[in-house]
């Protein structure tokens, strides 16, 4: 009877210990994997790159690269390097036809920083990747796995038959699996609580981790509604546009950007992929078209994309981006000149309603614009009489919604720090085949009242359908300023 209520007692603490070591084992042992997009507009070129991180410590480093848009046939080189190293050994990959991927394995096969290098033969854009080393065993383990071993071996030394004969030295043992024990359990209440998501323990693919989730809807939101020219908070990033040769309207070029930290003047180089791109690049022209475009990284703080500027005169540039840290999401406006007569004299985009694109009927709805009012955007798309289903998911979304608000001369303005920026996002499930349409819906708070100028971007065939609207919002109700 005795000896079976003991039995009982020794079970019930081994099962209190394996409840106290099993956490920190798990916890050591849980190797998230990483795998980030990232979108590349490479020269001529728009390549979709799926990193898959290598495991800590290094190794295999797979990237599946994916042509979109109208990619020329050919082929682009890969290769691992060490920063700023030039690409050795690199591995051919072809990069047409549109929506086929290929993947290929690359190494980095030591911890620290590395870049995938992406060359087409004339630009090398270098996308960094950091590999984690392999985290220590932390000091807390140990505690547990040592304290608990010697708690159990005392616990059964002293429930053995041998010892409780002799009260002194069954004494001692329990005395001795109690400080065992206990030193397990303290060890286990002051662990990290974050101990399965330790930075150490994930291996990001890029320099910083994945971005925050539910960080998407409706950012950039709206610029200062006072005119800012140049926004030097401390933090921010200053953006230098400029092209590598003269800009001629219909030819194309290479616009490069700078990147500088607006209170050290240091060089800007800790940016984070977020929503697929390390920058999303909206360059929009004097004849109000848009580019959104994502530049690659071709030094630490400089990158490189090309536009077919359609007009002369001064185009706006606003670049999107999120630093790692604690940086958060931040725009960046900045502006270039492509030299010649300005003999632009455009006609609005057409207001609400029905319009073709890209041989579609699309019927854009925008009711009850009021300034300061969440205000929801939706366009419906069909072809010959039926809804479009098949819509392509583009960097992670169902739609984007880039809007332009009025400058001070009450017109939307791209070089006008007046004019608010703002990207939306339709953040709808997938259909069944995972894709969407027909409806593309963006709630929006137009922040103040006048002519806005709207950009609602979907992916069908691999290729960005652009809609443009122009929106009169009116002013709320009440005195207005
Ligand atoms: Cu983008």
Redesign the pocket.
């Known amino acids: 009877m005795i000896r079976r209520r003991r039995v009982g007692v020794l079970l019930v603490l081994l099962g209190a210990l394996a409840a106290l070591v099993a956490p920190g084992a798990f916890a050591h042992e849980s190797t998230p994997t990483g795998v980030q997009r990232i979108?590349l507009d490479l020269g001529a070129r728009e390549l979709a790159l799926t990193i898959t991180a290598p495991p800590e410590g290094g190794g295999r480093l797979p990237v599946v690269v994916l042509p979109r848009g109208e990619a020329p046939p050919g082929e682009v080189m890969l290769a691992a390097v060490r920063p700023g190293e030039e690409p050795a050994n690199p591995v051919a990959v072809p990069v047409a036809p549109v929506g086929q991927p290929h993947e290929v394995a690359l190494t980095a096969d030591a911890p620290g920083a590395w870049e995938i290098t992406v060359a087409d033969g004339t630009t090398v854009a270098r996308v960094p990747v950091t590999v984690a080393a392999p985290a220590p065993t932390p000091g807390w383990v140990w505690a547990v796995r040592v304290g608990a071993v010697l708690g159990v071996i005392a616990l059964i030394a002293a429930l053995a038959q041998s010892v409780r004969q002799r009260p002194r030295l069954a004494l001692g043992l329990g005395a001795a699996a109690l400080v065992g024990l206990t030193v397990a359990a303290t060890a286990v209440a002051m662990a990290p609580s974050s101990a399965t998501t330790t930075p150490e323990a994930a291996p990001a693919p890029a320099p910083v981790t994945a971005p925050p989730a539910g960080g998407h809807a409706g950012h950039g939101g709206a610029a200062p509604s006072a005119p800012a020219p140049v926004p030097m908070t401390s933090g921010s990033v200053v953006a230098t546009a400029s092209t590598t040769s003269p800009a001629v309207p219909g030819a194309p070029v290479d616009l490069e950007l700078d990147l500088t930290d607006s209170s050290t003047g240091a060089v800007v180089d800790d940016l984070a992929i977020h929503?697929d791109?390390l920058i999303?690049l909206a360059v929009i022209g004097p004849d109000q078209q848009l580019a959104?475009v994502?530049p690659v990284r071709t030094a630490p703080g400089h990158y490189v994309v090309r536009l077919t500027p359609g007009v002369a005169g001064r185009y706006g540039v606003f670049a999107e981006m999120e630093r790692a840290g604690d940086g958060g999401h931040q725009v960046a406006r900045t502006a270039f000149e492509v030299p010649g007569p300005s003999t632009v004299s455009v006609p609005p985009a057409p207001g609400p309603g029905m319009r073709e694109v890209a041989g579609m009927q699309v019927d854009v709805a925008v009711p009850e614009a009021v300034a300061g009012r969440p205000t929801s955007v939706t366009a419906t798309f069909g072809q010959g009489g039926r809804q479009v289903t098949d819509l392509q998911g583009w960097?992670g979304m169902a739609g984007h919604l880039l809007v332009l608000g009025p400058g001070l001369g009450g017109a939307p303005d791209p070089t006008d720090p007046a004019s608010a920026f703002g990207h939306v996002h339709d953040m709808s499930a997938a259909g069944p085949a995972g894709t969407y349409g027909p409806r593309i819906t963006f709630e929006h708070t137009f922040p103040r009242a006048g002519r806005y100028q709207l950009w609602v971007q979907v992916q069908r065939d691999w290729q960005i359908v652009t809609v443009s609207v122009t929106v009169d919002v009116a002013p709320a109700a009440g005195p207005q300023p």
């Open positions: 979108e929503d791109a999303h959104h994502h960097l």
